[in-house]
């Protein structure tokens, strides 16, 4: 009923990203039967901040000016207590791009952290030794305890994306086997797995299964893709085609995950 | 014989437009046989004016730096006579947007206005009620006489987009019952259309009959790209591929308006 | 052996380029083995230089701010002898354009030169005449005796794509006759070479041919996506996916080029 709830709905998903991946962002978005709006002009944060049911920071290509509007704009959503979802990219590969990261984490109400396990180590205080914006990260128990703990006194959700996916909460992790390799082969998987928080998060109160089934809605419609795909170009053309046809029925019968 | 005439003169359509849609924009304007010019640099608006045949402006990702750079570039074409075709993203939606927009419209040389009825609605003085980029906005009576009325005073024309299409200009109005639902399914579909106004505005005089081409073909376009989708990745692909294929006699053929 | 080794050592290439196309080159740069990143904030400049292997730089929507980091980049890159690509889009368009150009051309250490006829010829100062992005010149003896002498020196190599394309060091011009009109279909072709050049540049020390595998590949991959296309929408999805399933045999059995 999440999707059925969302195509009702039809929240407005205010995004602040990258100009790499945000059509995918848009397209994906709205796929899955939400409105997504893309604006990251400082003076609009307030009003947009407003009438949007969720925010989605991506610091994919980000510069002083978009900077200084995310600031902005998660006062504004998190001052009407509007769920926010961050995805960090290339989070320890910059002084410059972790100082702004690290702004946007520790002044502001970040709901959702969608990122890689690198960039999530970062995150929670591991060396993430990250190759650009390429995962070398292995998530294990260690990390697992460092990121329930994270969670816990942030009050914040950690979505670490990959082979397995990893949905943590103070109290409760889920490890998602969904998703298709192909989704590496494509930029912007990444992006749009933080789209499909914003865009589940803006419709289901609890944050952790909304990034639960975020995921899973996006891992499975992946799945999909890669059955009928010839390559890389027309995965990313079923993905979105996937999105556009997934219903919560699907979801249900193929997702493979579990609680621990 | 526009699009036809459209190949032959391969006209220069320079965008000034947001980074979301832009790349569909800019694939659109080729694929209709015209060459497109992406430029906002402020530095360099005077010369694209000489050279190019008309100016395509797009409010959807604007900040202050574009903003300034459109008012550049539409004094130069507004100087040289050359169109200006205005999609005013989101009009209504925040006080900054708006008064960009007002901006536009009060002190340069608009010829065409695309846009949906809630944004078009703000531009004639009714109440537009925009939810984000949605249209929210039933065109009937009254909001056609206020739009012939703004036509007549202003010397524009007014394209309304949405499940019908209106071209308003002072003297009369088309209805267009052409196009695909699913144009409402991805992000670009209006982007595409304004660029399709100013692509058949750089090679026919009337800017009615321009704007009534451009909306014709786009929106037949969108029919036979429908036909053969499998949801909203392939819609916008197959689009392209229809606009790249389609030719004069598709447009005489499929063609479904009347003149008011 | 060239892909082999991209997809062996899986190259970081840094793009400062437009915001048109900026999907195409990433999708199209992982597609054909390699990790692209882009990135234009000044000030993360100095530590992407230490961990990417080359540096593409596209003027195509360029204005002051990138241009600065551009400028910024280049200076680190050349220090730590990494190559360099310019794709220097428009040139010959407009004052400003051509400005930021040429303090890159003169200031920094590129390494490989990749544009049309046109702008070539503005390089290596012949009168381009460009007619905005497109191309109207033609190469002839003249041209590539100046370009000759131009890569002799500077240093450089010059990749002239085109209906042939011709790739000339100091001592030697290779012309490509592979390719594919619908090249010219879409926006991004050129950039996506450009991309192609800085990904080949990132794993093979000799610059002349690694360009000339690049736009062999390139090239090849078009043919491919062409033979399977309906226009030019499934053309450039045909294409990512010929990239992202090209191998060295391929390259091999379908390049037809001579070295003069």
Redesign the interface.
């Known amino acids: 009923m999440y999707i059925e709830k969302i195509r009702k709905v039809?929240p407005?998903i205010h995004h602040i990203t990258?100009?790499?991946?945000?059509?995918?962002c848009?397209?994906a978005s709205?796929?899955i039967g939400a409105?997504?709006?893309?604006?990251?002009?400082?003076?609009?944060q307030e009003?947009?901040s407003k009438?949007?049911n969720c925010l989605v920071l991506n610091t994919?290509?980000?510069?002083?000016?978009v900077a200084n509007s995310m600031y902005e704009s998660a006062k504004f959503y998190g001052n009407l207590n509007k769920a926010i979802v961050l995805d960090p990219v290339?989070l320890g590969?910059?002084?410059?791009?972790d100082a702004i990261n690290l702004k946007l984490l520790n002044s502001y109400k970040i709901s959702i952290i969608k990122a890689n396990a690198s960039e999530i180590a970062s995150v929670i205080g591991l060396d993430g030794k990250a190759?650009?914006?390429?995962n070398t990260f292995v998530v294990n128990d260690h990390f697992l305890d460092k990121a329930c703990e994270y969670a816990k006194g942030h009050n914040r959700i950690l979505v670490v994306s990959g082979e397995v996916d990893f949905i943590i909460s103070s109290e409760k992790i889920a490890k998602i086997y969904n998703g298709s390799i192909m989704a590496t082969?494509?930029?912007?998987a990444g992006c749009m797995c933080a789209s499909m928080c914003g865009v589940f998060a803006g419709v289901i109160e609890d944050k952790f299964q909304a990034s639960l089934q975020a995921m899973l809605s996006f891992d499975i419609a992946c799945e999909m893709a890669e059955e009928i795909?010839?390559?890389?170009?027309?995965f990313?053309?079923?993905?979105?085609?996937?999105?556009?046809?997934l219903n919560d029925e699907d979801v249900k019968k193929r997702a493979k995950y579990e609680i621990i």
């Open positions: 039809k407005l990258n100009y790499v991946t945000v059509n995918d848009a397209n709205i796929a409105s997504p709006i893309m604006a990251d002009f400082i003076q609009e009003e947009f009438i949007c994919g290509t980000i510069n002083e000016r290339a590969v910059s002084m410059a791009r190759k650009g914006t390429d082969k494509i930029t912007g795909s010839n390559g890389s170009g027309s990313r053309v079923n993905l979105i085609d996937a999105l556009s046809n």
